[in-house]
């Protein structure tokens, strides 16, 4: 809010202020024209009153006429209620008559117009007689050139003294004039540019209220450009920057999901593979961790059967020395198969590393997990694989340990079928062996 009312003050003076120059300097410009026309006028009228006084007065000086004079004096101070006073001189500067109080001294006697406006106005008219042309047919041309070119000879002065509290009062009411029409067009200046200033902050914060909810995350806001005003293309260019964020963003997020299940698949192909066997395809050393681990806590809590094979290739190694690492991976893939197509599915077959497999029984006790792997001795022994046209036929040897429940360890458990099947290949291999002594079978 703080912020819109900067914006409103800086419109205010941006749009007042070059007016308010502008209504100033008219006014000032029209006062003074006016000031000066004023003068102007009320020179002239002094002017012409000395000039129309002159001009009565010529025959009066002539004839010496004194009481005419003052007469002709005192008849123009009645005439105009600005004349201060009237004096009529002669051509020697004496006095001739005299009307009101005048302060003007004795003009200069040089024939010419003096006007002063000091304190008061004083017009010193000059009076020359009225040169008068004679209808005479026969004074011919040398009489007319004579009098063209005949001096005008000085009768005297009129000099008017008018006060200027008229000017002054015109003066003062141009000056007040003036401040009332600037005061006016300032107020109305003012008002004009707090109504601009106040419609375009209420539309600039129309505006800002939609960049606040999409900087909230709202993308659907839009700005009314139909309420908008003078802003509108700038309203036209906010709502399409915010579907082009929308835009942006839905991309984006399709991106980012597309991203998130790529890794998520990669995830799991990974956790997969970690408990997948690469080349059988059995469950792996990790795998078989885990689900052995859950099946103990199981058999613990409801006092369930729960055993395990512990099988090993015999003479891997010279297979794998003999016909290359190939057919060993065959012989290993081979095996694998055999033992899936005699268990179950709720076993699971592991494969611990090298030629070394592992099978989790639940709910099977030892006699029939002894059982079960007589069956996969006799499946792989009775099988073969074909290499270069020949049947290759390998062996495995089997230990089988039984969970017991006192034995909360899983490695205790594997070492004590590791025994066995230690056992079952030191008493000749091919056959199936029971730890803790147990009997043990053979082909």
């Known amino acids: 809010m703080l912020k819109l009312q900067g914006i409103r003050a800086r419109l205010w003076f941006a749009t007042a202020l070059p007016a308010m120059l502008v209504i100033a300097l008219l006014v000032i410009g029209f006062a003074t024209q006016y000031g000066d026309r004023v003068v102007s006028v009320l020179k002239d009228r002094g002017v012409a009153s000395a000039r129309q006084l002159s001009s009565a007065a010529e025959f009066m000086l002539f004839a010496g006429d004194r009481e005419g004079l003052v007469r002709l004096a005192q008849a123009a101070m009645h005439s105009d209620a600005q004349l201060q006073g009237v004096i009529i001189y002669d051509a020697q500067g004496r006095t001739r008559a005299r009307a009101g109080q005048l302060t003007a001294q004795v003009p200069q006697m040089d024939g010419e117009l003096h006007v002063q406006l000091l304190q008061h106005m004083v017009v010193a008219q000059p009076i020359y007689p009225t040169s008068v042309g004679l209808d005479d047919p026969y ?85 009314d450009e139909g309420r908008i005003g003078v802003l509108r293309p700038l309203a036209v260019g906010i709502n399409a920057m915010i579907g082009q964020i929308a835009v942006t963003q839905e991309n984006l997020q399709h991106q980012i999901r597309q991203a998130t299940q790529e890794l998520r698949d990669q995830k799991e192909a990974a956790e997969q593979a970690a408990r997948t066997d690469a080349l059988t395809g059995v469950a792996s050393r990790r795998a078989f961790t885990e689900a052995a681990e859950a099946e103990m806590q199981r058999a613990i809590r409801y006092r369930t059967e729960l055993s395990m ?103 205790s458990w594997l070492a004590r079928a590791d025994v066995a099947l230690y056992r079952a290949k030191s008493l000749g291999r091919d056959r199936v062996v029971l730890d803790a002594g147990e009997s043990s079978s053979s082909a």
């Open 309 to 411: 094979l512990m099988m090993d290739l015999d003479h891997f190694k010279v297979i794998n020395d003999t016909h290359g690492h190939v057919t060993g991976d065959a012989v290993l893939v081979s095996f694998a198969q055999t033992v899936l197509q005699q268990i179950r599915k709720v076993d699971l077959l592991a494969r611990l590393g090298g030629e070394e497999f592992v099978v989790l029984l639940p709910n099977i006790n030892a006699e029939h997990a002894l059982a079960l792997a007589e069956r996969i001795r006799q499946a792989v022994s009775s099988g073969h694989l074909q290499v270069d046209g020949y049947p290759l036929r390998f062996s495995v040897s089997i230990g089988v340990a039984q969970f017991d429940h006192n034995e909360l360890s899983l490695n």
């Open 139 to 223: 004074a011919g041309e040398a009489a007319s050139e004579s009098q063209a070119g005949a001096v005008p000879h000085l009768l005297g002065y009129v000099v008017l003294e008018m006060s200027l509290q008229t000017l002054d009062q015109q003066r003062r009411e141009l000056l007040v004039w003036s401040l009332l029409t600037a005061a006016g067009g300032l107020v109305l200046t003012g008002v004009l540019a707090s109504l601009l200033a106040a419609v375009v902050t209420t539309q600039i914060a129309r505006i800002n209220r939609v960049v606040e909810m999409v900087g909230h995350g709202n993308l659907s806001a839009r700005v």
